[in-house]
């Protein structure tokens, strides 16, 4: 039974926006109270047009989820935590802005902080600037590109190295200058190619029905927004339910799969590409990569094939909940606890296709605005033992040239963390489509090497002989920072391996990005200086 609330308990959401934006001394937008009323969060009373919600609940969600947070993670992580680089006050549009959200990467940190410590600024806890316009910084673990896409914006020059071929791909992806009517043009060819090649086969129309039969049943067992209400106020054994309306469901899908020939999986399971696509999503994914094969413009070529690797990353055979651990594959539908309704597998890449294509223009376009006349690269290879200026040469040579005459001023830099990622194994699908040769064996830290005491000695010799090969090309007052959560004390032994000292250390905290994993983290950004 529904309880009774007092009617000057309710309030809009409009007002209710007002009323939670001076509360938590933020801004609160309607579409946040609405998103609180679709999870579940908040109660909706009223009928469509006439929402509205009880003031008292929103005041115990504002209470329990950001209350006295800072204030409880400062008691669990020290009271040197620096609150100031939670960066809280940005919104995650704000965080994976223009070009860092041109394709997903495992590990990677926030523009904002790499911004904080290379821009001129200074504040009570960055009491000096250390990087100004016209310098170079050095990501010796380029990643995704972060590092230097924001130096791009402060113009300053930046060179990344990474011993992965697809991550120096993704990066230099980021800080290309494109023909953008050409990438355009070759996007939309491929669409009316694609979906030609679509008419032949089922795919689509078997895909239609499914969602016809999946929305009546989702409509009818898992209704929005009581059915997450419900789970929330622990009112439904969510695993249990979730478990029979799978088993109800599955005959329509069987005979959905049946009628339209649907195959699921691939004759062969031996790549990565074989065990965890559809076969329909395999063909499809071949025959895109067969047509930018035919693009003459080889940048235009490159970030298409990142836009194809961003979508077949999104097609993989597994659950939403699943999607960055992959588990085992899925090849029916299934009950999705991240969403608290049935969903199903993808059999065509065509939507995401059309999304990122149509996303990773819009991105281009907005960085294109915010980019400085400045040069930025990554190197693929081993920073352990690479020659920058020699490899840059090669690749880069007015880069190469100014490299060598003023030199490098520093490293902005977050190294892989002891036995926590396999960098090449997270583009696994990516490596098999592009042919790329994998240099899993020269990761720093890699998760297969795990975390014992060979692994941890191991990585501080990495370290150790990153930061002794990169010094001999930075100024003789050189400033690196390092972005780590060094549990295991490492760090000061690397400091002093490589003759440097730890001058200062910033203690910030990570916010969660899930309301899964509520646990206080915390990371420090070492700086270091020669001795």
């Given at each position: 039974?529904?309880?009774?609330?007092?009617?000057e308990e309710?309030?809009?959401?409009?007002?209710?926006?007002v009323?939670a934006?001076q509360?938590?001394?933020?801004?609160?937008?309607?579409?946040?109270?609405?998103?609180?009323i679709?999870?579940?969060?908040?109660?909706?009373f009223?009928?469509?047009g006439?929402?509205?919600?009880?003031?008292?609940?929103?005041l115990?969600?504002?209470?329990?989820?950001?209350?006295?947070?800072?204030?409880?993670?400062?008691?669990?992580?020290?009271s040197?935590?620096?609150?100031?680089l939670?960066?809280?006050?940005?919104?995650?549009s704000?965080?994976?802005?223009?070009?860092?959200?041109?394709?997903?990467?495992?590990?990677?940190?926030?523009?904002?902080?790499?911004?904080?410590?290379?821009?001129?600024?200074?504040d009570?806890?960055?009491?000096?600037?250390?990087?100004?316009?016209?310098?170079i910084?050095?990501?010796?673990?380029?990643g995704s590109g972060?590092?230097?896409?924001q130096?791009?914006?402060l113009?300053?020059?930046?060179v990344?190295?990474?011993?992965?071929?697809?991550?120096a791909?993704?990066?230099?992806?980021?800080?290309?200058?494109?023909?953008?009517?050409?990438?355009?043009n070759?996007?939309?060819?491929?669409?009316y190619?694609?979906?030609?090649?679509?008419?032949n086969?089922?795919?689509?129309?078997?895909?239609?029905?499914?969602?016809?039969?999946?929305?009546?049943f989702?409509?009818e067992?898992?209704?929005?927004?009581?059915?997450?209400?419900r789970l929330?106020?622990g009112?439904i054994d969510?695993?249990?339910?979730?478990?029979?309306?799978?088993?109800?469901?599955?005959?329509?899908?069987?005979k959905?799969?049946?009628?339209?020939?649907?195959?699921?999986?691939?004759?062969?399971?031996?790549?990565?590409?074989d065990?965890?696509?559809?076969q329909?999503?395999?063909?499809?994914?071949?025959?895109?990569?067969?047509?930018?094969k035919?693009?003459?413009?080889?940048?235009?070529?490159k970030i298409?094939c990142?836009?194809l690797?961003?979508?077949?990353?999104?097609?993989?055979?597994?659950?939403?909940?699943?999607?960055?651990?992959?588990?085992?594959?899925?090849?029916?539908?299934?009950?999705?606890?991240?969403?608290?309704?049935?969903?199903?597998?993808?059999?065509?890449?065509?939507?995401?296709?059309?999304?990122?294509?149509?996303d990773t223009?819009?991105?281009?376009v907005?960085f294109?605005?915010?980019?400085?006349?400045?040069?930025?690269?990554c190197?693929?290879g081993?920073?352990?033992?690479?020659?920058?200026?020699?490899?840059?040469?090669?690749k880069?040579?007015?880069?190469a040239?100014?490299?060598k005459?003023q030199?490098?001023?520093?490293?902005?830099?977050?190294?892989?963390y002891?036995?926590?990622?396999?960098y090449?194994?997270?583009?696994?699908?990516?490596?098999?489509?592009?042919?790329?040769?994998r240099k899993?064996?020269l990761?720093?830290?890699?998760?297969?090497?795990?975390q014992?005491?060979?692994?941890?000695?191991?990585y501080i010799?990495?370290?150790?002989?990153v930061?002794?090969?990169?010094?001999?090309?930075?100024v003789?007052?050189?400033?690196?920072f390092l972005?780590?959560?060094?549990k295991?004390?490492?760090y000061?032994?690397?400091?002093e391996?490589t003759?440097?000292?730890?001058?200062?250390?910033?203690?910030r905290?990570v916010?969660?990005?899930?309301?899964?994993?509520?646990?206080?983290?915390?990371?420090?950004?070492?700086?270091?200086?020669?001795?």
């Amino acid at each position: 039974m529904v309880e009774k609330i007092e009617a000057e308990e309710l309030i809009s959401v409009k007002e209710a926006s007002v009323w939670a934006t001076q509360h938590i001394g933020k801004e609160v937008t309607t579409s946040n109270i609405s998103y609180l009323i679709q999870y579940g969060r908040i109660k909706k009373f009223g009928d469509n047009g006439n929402t509205k919600v009880s003031k008292n609940e929103l005041l115990e969600y504002y209470k329990s989820f950001l209350g006295h947070r800072e204030l409880n993670w400062k008691e669990q992580l020290g009271s040197d935590l620096n609150w100031v680089l939670s960066f809280d006050q940005y919104k995650e549009s704000e965080t994976t802005k223009h070009v860092h959200r041109l394709h997903p990467y495992k590990g990677k940190f926030i523009p904002q902080l790499v911004e904080y410590f290379l821009d001129e600024h200074t504040d009570n806890f960055k009491k000096e600037s250390f990087f100004k316009k016209g310098d170079i910084v050095l990501d010796p673990f380029s990643g995704s590109g972060t590092t230097i896409v924001q130096a791009s914006e402060l113009g300053i020059h930046a060179v990344g190295i990474d011993v992965s071929v697809f991550n120096a791909l993704v990066g230099n992806s980021k800080v290309t200058r494109y023909n953008l009517p050409d990438v355009q043009n070759e996007i939309t060819r491929i669409n009316y190619a694609l979906k030609e090649f679509l008419t032949n086969s089922h795919t689509l129309e078997f895909e239609e029905k499914l969602l016809e039969a999946l929305n009546k049943f989702n409509n009818e067992y898992f209704p929005v927004p009581d059915y997450k209400y419900r789970l929330q106020r622990g009112e439904i054994d969510e695993y249990k339910y979730g478990a029979e309306k799978e088993k109800e469901f599955l005959p329509v899908y069987e005979k959905l799969v049946k009628d339209y020939n649907i195959k699921l999986k691939q004759d062969a399971s031996d790549t990565f590409l074989d065990k965890w696509y559809t076969q329909h999503i395999r063909e499809e994914i071949q025959f895109v990569f067969e047509e930018i094969k035919k693009i003459k413009n080889h940048d235009t070529k490159k970030i298409i094939c990142v836009i194809l690797s961003r979508a077949i990353r999104s097609c993989r055979a597994t659950t939403h909940a699943d999607l960055a651990t992959l588990l085992e594959p899925m090849s029916t539908t299934y009950y999705c606890g991240k969403h608290g309704k049935m969903c199903k597998p993808l059999f065509s890449i065509l939507k995401w296709w059309e999304s990122y294509s149509k996303d990773t223009i819009k991105r281009l376009v907005e960085f294109d605005k915010l980019r400085t006349a400045t040069y930025q690269f990554c190197l693929t290879g081993d920073s352990r033992s690479i020659d920058i200026f020699e490899e840059l040469d090669k690749k880069f040579p007015a880069f190469a040239e100014l490299a060598k005459t003023q030199k490098i001023k520093g490293i902005f830099s977050s190294p892989p963390y002891v036995g926590l990622i396999n960098y090449h194994e997270q583009h696994a699908y990516a490596y098999d489509l592009f042919g790329f040769e994998r240099k899993d064996d020269l990761e720093i830290g890699p998760l297969f090497k795990g975390q014992g005491k060979e692994a941890k000695l191991s990585y501080i010799q990495g370290l150790t002989d990153v930061l002794n090969n990169c010094k001999k090309f930075l100024v003789e007052d050189f400033d690196i920072f390092l972005v780590a959560n060094d549990k295991y004390n490492m760090y000061p032994t690397i400091a002093e391996n490589t003759n440097m000292q730890i001058v200062n250390q910033y203690k910030r905290p990570v916010l969660n990005r899930t309301e899964k994993d509520k646990a206080a983290y915390s990371e420090i950004i070492f700086h270091l200086k020669k001795k």
